[in-house]
């Protein structure tokens, strides 16, 4: 960034960003119910907590300035691409958006999305079907769209950390799990058995990799002709 050009104040720019990534969540996740919407509501918190910092106001780069400017003395700090704190501190030289943390970081929010978008499709079919969603990614992992959005707010932790932003981290999670388990009581009355029998081979968050590693294409084996 130039010297005339602002790196922060940009509060156009934080209501634009905030607006078109919680709409895109929308888009991907569609709540319907009251947990459906006070999970996505702390979720777009998280967002915009994370646009504010990122273009209004760099809270955490004014309460570390005196720490990062003592051990990092040749960075601006106040320079918008500071903000990038993973790409400075570990030394990387070159513009951080092609930042290793960076790239990794579209790689947990692309992935949280397609999950949270591939998981609804699988829920909304069962719900008109009034059957349990135990197929997709539902065979992998029992709650796989807060497993999304805990991928798509770590991706932006990975592209741009921030002390408020890390400090809601952990309590979204945990929030996500709690409404995990309210979700699970309310599914197994009314499934009873079947989903007794679907939650003791299918874990909540974190797939088996037995699982993963059988759903791996084998290669074609190739008969060999009669010597």
């Known amino acids: 960034m130039s010297d005339q050009t602002p790196a922060y104040g940009l509060w156009g720019l934080v209501i634009i960003n905030s607006v078109i990534f919680i709409f895109f969540a929308y888009t ?23 646009f504010t910092e990122m273009y209004g106001f760099p809270l955490t780069i004014y309460f570390l300035s005196g720490w990062l400017q003592s051990r990092y003395p040749n960075i601006d700090w106040f320079s918008h691409d500071a903000g990038h704190l993973l790409e400075e501190l570990f030394g990387w030289k070159a513009n951080p958006h092609f930042g290793p943390f960076h790239i990794l970081s579209f790689v947990f929010i692309g992935g949280g999305f397609i999950l949270i978008s591939a998981a609804w499709k ?18 992998y992992a029992r709650h796989p769209q807060y497993v999304g959005f805990v991928l798509i707010m770590f991706g932006f932790l990975l592209q741009w950390p921030t002390i408020l932003t890390v400090a809601m981290f952990p309590v979204l999670v945990f929030m996500y ?23 003791a081979r299918v874990p909540a968050f974190l797939p088996r990799l037995s699982r993963i590693r059988n759903t791996r294409p084998r290669p074609t084996e190739v008969e060999l002709p009669a010597l």
Do not use: C
């Open 177 to 199: 799990a709690r409404l995990a388990r309210l979700e699970e009581r309310e599914v197994s009355s009314t499934f009873g058995k079947a989903y007794a029998d679907y939650a």
């Open 28 to 50: 991907f996740f569609k709540p319907q119910t009251g947990r459906d919407w006070r999970s996505f509501g702390a979720f777009s918190a998280f967002l915009v907590a994370l």
């Open 122 to 139: 699988v829920l909304y079919e069962a719900q008109k079907q009034r059957e349990l969603a135990t197929t997709g990614p539902y065979s």
